[in-house]
Antibody, heavy 121, light 110 residues
């Protein structure tokens, strides 16, 4: 069974950093591109970042470019999101999602339950 | 990276059909056949309903269908059921390893 479990969320002050993790199981992690998607309270889904199976292709939303860094560790079957210079508008539930068909496509067939990030003083 | 445009709400009675539109540009929806649709019930993980414009994952009822014309994609739900009430989001590849979502449509089954 495919499972994606996010962790690392919490309350953080503006300007500080946080690192999110997503532990993957039930599939061959190295074969799949992975993404982060967030949902701010009362708002819609917003794509944040994506990384190819071999880390060869990486993309970021304009809203996080230069502040967030996506990475993955095949030895730990894990996806990460390093979030620096956090702002109030980064407050959201952060989901990790797996790309269907493995690589080179842009739809998400499995999602985690999300980890909540709250940026507030 | 502007969000795709969806109507905020849609509704229909049980058994009826409803279509939700998703309008982008030639740089996203119109430029690629990488449009997907997600059903999202509050408190749960989003669920893939349609991918690559019109493909349906196994387990998704054939009451759900997708299409695209120019810069606008559409999700049609036929034979509405109470359990279809949820938020629906479209998304599209937008080039340069970027993805964009629509603002979401709240579907109400009357």
């Amino acid at each position: 069974e495919v499972q994606l479990v996010e962790s690392g969320g919490g309350l953080v002050q503006p300007g500080r950093s946080l690192r999110l993790s997503c532990a993957a199981s039930g599939f061959t992690f190295d074969d799949y591109d992975m993404h982060w998607v967030r949902q701010a309270p009362g708002k819609g889904l917003e794509w944040v970042s994506g990384i190819a199976w071999n880390s060869g292709r990486i993309g970021y939303a304009d809203s996080v470019k230069g502040r967030f860094t996506i990475s993955r560790d095949s030895a730990k079957n894990s996806l990460y999101l390093q979030m620096n210079s956090l702002r109030a508008e980064d407050t959201a539930l952060y989901y990790c999602a797996r790309v269907g068909r493995g690589s080179g496509d842009y739809y998400f067939d499995y999602w985690g339950q999300g980890t909540l990030v709250t940026v507030s003083s | 990276q502007s969000a795709l445009t969806q109507p905020p709400s849609a509704s229909g009675s049980p058994g009826q059909s409803v279509t939700i539109s998703c309008t982008g540009t030639s740089s996203d929806v119109g430029g690629y056949n990488y449009v997907s649709w997600y059903q999202h019930h509050p408190g749960k993980a989003p669920k893939l309903m349609i991918y690559e414009v019109s493909e349906r994952p196994s387990g998704v009822p054939d009451r759900f269908s997708g299409s695209k014309s120019g810069n606008t994609a559409s999700l049609t739900v036929s034979g509405l059921q109470a359990e279809d009430e949820a938020d629906y989001y479209c998304s599209s590849y937008a080039g340069s390893n970027n993805v964009v979502f629509g603002g979401g449509t709240k579907l109400t089954v009357l």
